[in-house]
């Protein structure tokens, strides 16, 4: 199978075809061999329409949600973004291909020292991974310009929004374990809060202090 090729297709029909219009992500998605952040046997599908198994009962999402999420955020290059699930560690890589510095968490172990196997072998050495509950944000390290949680909550976490710098734009899904809505928050410079809602998703939960409390 040539990767290539099935990864320009990908980008035409999925993420160009679907009305995804921002030059950085679609250039990041052409860029980032998805491909390798799936297990050997699900190679070939990495470039199919919809999200992937990636061991621990999660999954690496559907490439247009990936792509709507990062447009979401309206990112220039130059932002300092906190990633909530890292899972395989795609979304983490085309994040730092599209802002500045990266920060992402993961709370199952096993799937974060891969992510960091298959980022460090693609030599994005510069993004902060962390092993932990990032459903409270990375209190250290904000504020962020940007940050994405690619989990789906009960509710917006207030703590995610106290950590966006003013300007700051927090992309989500909230709902139920069953089905959930995109929102996006924005902190404006003047400390009032845009809610928007974006298009209807299913995500694995996100579970910890300020998400589902259990994992059933
Ligand atoms: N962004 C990932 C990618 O590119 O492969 C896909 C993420 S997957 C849909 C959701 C991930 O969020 C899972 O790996 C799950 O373990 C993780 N997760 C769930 N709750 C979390 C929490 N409280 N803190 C950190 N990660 C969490």
């Known amino acids: 199978?040539?990767?290539?090729?099935?990864?320009?297709?990908?980008?035409?029909?999925?993420?160009?075809?679907?009305?995804?219009?921002?030059?950085?992500?679609?250039?990041?998605?052409?860029?980032?061999?998805?491909?390798?952040?799936?297990?050997?046997?699900?190679?070939a599908q990495a470039y199919s329409d919809s999200p992937l198994p990636i061991g621990e009962k999660q999954t690496i999402s559907q490439p247009f949600m990936v792509a709507l999420m990062t447009e979401l955020l309206h990112l220039k290059g130059t932002e300092k973004v906190l990633e909530v699930g890292t899972g395989s560690g795609y979304q983490a890589a085309i994040l730092a291909e599209t802002a500045g510095r990266v920060y992402t968490v993961e709370r199952i172990r096993p799937l974060a020292l891969r992510a960091r196997k298959v980022l460090d072998s693609l030599g994005y050495l510069t993004i902060n991974l962390?092993?932990?509950?990032?459903?409270?944000?990375?209190?250290?390290?904000?504020?962020?310009?940007?940050?994405?949680?690619t989990a789906g909550a009960p509710e917006v976490p207030q703590s995610l929004v106290e950590q966006l710098a003013p300007g700051g734009r927090l992309v989500i899904p909230v709902g139920s374990q069953f089905e959930q809505v995109l929102v996006r928050i924005t902190r404006n410079a003047d400390g009032t809060i845009t809610h928007e809602e974006s298009v209807g998703c299913r995500f694995?939960?996100?579970?910890?202090?300020?998400?589902w409390l259990s994992e059933e």
């Open 1 to 43: 199978m040539n990767f290539d090729i099935a990864r320009k297709r990908m980008v035409e029909s999925q993420i160009i075809g679907r009305g995804i219009t921002d030059r950085r992500v679609i250039e990041a998605m052409l860029k980032v061999p998805r491909h390798l952040f799936v297990e050997e046997a699900m190679a």
């Open 130 to 149: 962390k092993i932990d509950d990032g459903s409270g944000g990375w209190e250290g390290e904000a504020p962020f310009d940007a940050i994405m949680v």
């Open 204 to 211: 694995v939960k996100l579970v910890g202090k300020c998400g």
